[in-house]
């Protein structure tokens, strides 16, 4: 049946899956993607949104790089919003509401449109590995097909056990049947494995709402989007959601089944997601708080279906239905179906390089949730690295990574690999010290030239990147080289509370200043006759604002990277054995060993290692 062999297998058609199999295929591997139901390609599992803090920005590098994430995003969204617009552009992250069945619908379209892809449905439960090294994968059925490279992206099907209330059974997701058989050989072959878990809330008819009764949450009054390529459009219309509270009844209704709680009475005996709590453990945990928020957040266009952000529970579908029957506007409400928590294998990923190949079995990939990751933009992130380096890997090609400094897809790896995780790991700003260099609006300067050199990015995106950077570019030197008079420049300082100037001065010294906006510098002349006669756009005049106003700090955050890249080009030898350095502590020689970091930089990074340990090591290399 499969008598070729493939440079590359992916196991799971998830976020990760999907972005794993597309480029791998785009760069030219023979690939197939191997999923237990090709009807939930890309299934959106929790909740229907793609980005958010930090996530946003995940989302745009994966754009950047020529995955298909940003633009399945744009063209499946109904609402789009960007977060954090009230600070500095560091922290503003998009996000988008998503049509949940059509953003499975444009996924799959793409994928089945993409050259050097096949699909089977089946499920894996095995792998084929010799002499260390992975050679393909073994079916349910029996069936053997070989490949040079695998990438798991099992998502939360390995072992998968759910919980609702004192009922548990199995499955990946409810309706879908578990993974069984790669745990246990992975285990055999070497790997630690554990148990995490995560939760979802109920979804409700939206028919038996109340919306008056709620607080009105519409999306940006002119919004942008994801992908930087012009094929995909702003939303013209918009859905809204809408906000709810809690209230000590609520939580007292909630209560009264915690002796049923799964969480509670030791059924569940993993470590859930720390910043996406069940209800049940916020109103447990944050016992001094009389109420919190619910998003109701529609699931398309069309359906009627809700999903309600805030409420994940694992708690008995009457206790839910009874607590939530007493939210503001859920007086009435029907269920579609209740909430429930699920446990699943992961393998901690300090097993991994940060290829994400695995450091026991050559060619084999994990990606997404099987590394202890939570969220559809941290696992899209991880199927696009794993895609990439396995399919250079079967090419005999340099190995593709992202630097802390260069993308939150590198601080997010990078973490993973070197410090490892024991709760679902979810990506913030707070994560990447160099969030300065790391902005949603640039992500397309910091990584569009990369992906075309893998044979990602087309050309078409490479030349727009490239016209958008020298227009901006251009406009900020007019803003260093261009003056403006005392008469000019006063009306406007002055409506804005700013101090007048009293002699000539360049508007770019003008325009840094913190309440000065592009409106205020467009009232001067030339600036609007820039614009005008350049043609800018929205996305240019964003850029130049941001590279004027926030020059000074940009400027020193790359100061500070390129002393600490200094220490990413001192390689440790490979299988450097730390015991012999006794002047080190032993939890240092311990993690060492363990992670065997590839530069000092990582290995200054890993948690236990103070920089006494580091400068040993440094001494001992010198000699």
Known sequence: MFNEVYDVIVVGAGHAGSEAAAAAANMGSKTLLITMNLQNIAQMSCNPAMGGIAKGQIVREIDALGGYSGIVSDTSAIQFKMLNKSKGPAMWSPRVQSDRMRFAEDWR?????????????????GLLVENHKVVGVKTSLGIEV?????????????????????????????????????????????????????????RVDGRSLDFSKMIEQPGDEIPEKFSYLDTTKPLTEQRSCHMSYTSELVHGLLREGFDRSPMFNGRIKSVGPRYCPSIEDKINRFADKDRHQLFVEPEGWNTCEYYINGFSTSLPEDVQFKALRSVVGFENVKFFRPGYAIEYDYFPPTQLKHTLETKLVEGLYFAGQINGTTGYEEAASQGLMAGINASLKVQEKEAFTLQRDEAYIGVLIDDLITKGTEEPYRMFTSRAEYRTLLRQDNADFRLTTKGYDLGLASEKRLK???????????????????????????????????SPVKQQDKMFKLYA??????????????????????????????????????????????????????????????????????????????????IQPVTISQASRISGVSPNDISVLLVYLGR
């Open 464 to 498: 727009r990147m490239e016209e958008k950077q020298s227009q901006s570019d251009a406009f900020v030197q007019f803003f260093r080289n261009t003056s403006v008079t005392p008469e000019e420049a006063n009306p406007v300082l002055e409506s804005k509370n700013s």
């Open 146 to 202: 070989k490949a040079k490279t695998v990438v798991l992206t099992n998502g939360t099907f390995l072992n998968g056990l759910i919980h609702i209330g004192d009922k548990n059974f199995g499955g990946g997701r409810a309706g879908e049947r578990a993974a069984t058989g790669i745990t246990e050989q992975l285990v055999n072959l070497g790997f630690e494995s554990g148990r995490m878990k995560t939760g979802t809330p109920p």
């Open 109 to 125: 379209l793409l994928l089945e449109n993409t050259k050097n892809l096949d699909f089977y449905q089946e499920m894996v439960s």
């Open 513 to 594: 200043r913190p309440n000065i906006t592009i409106d205020d510098v467009r009232q001067f002349e030339a600036v609007e006759d820039y614009i005008q006669s350049h043609n800018l756009d929205r996305e240019v005049i964003e850029q130049t604002e941001i590279q004027v106003k926030y020059a000074g700090y940009i400027e020193k955050e790359k100061n500070n990277a390129d002393k600490l890249n200094r220490l990413e080009n001192l390689k440790i030898p490979s299988g450097f054995d730390y015991s012999k350095l006794k002047s080190m502590s032993i939890e240092a020689r311990q993690k060492l060993n363990k």
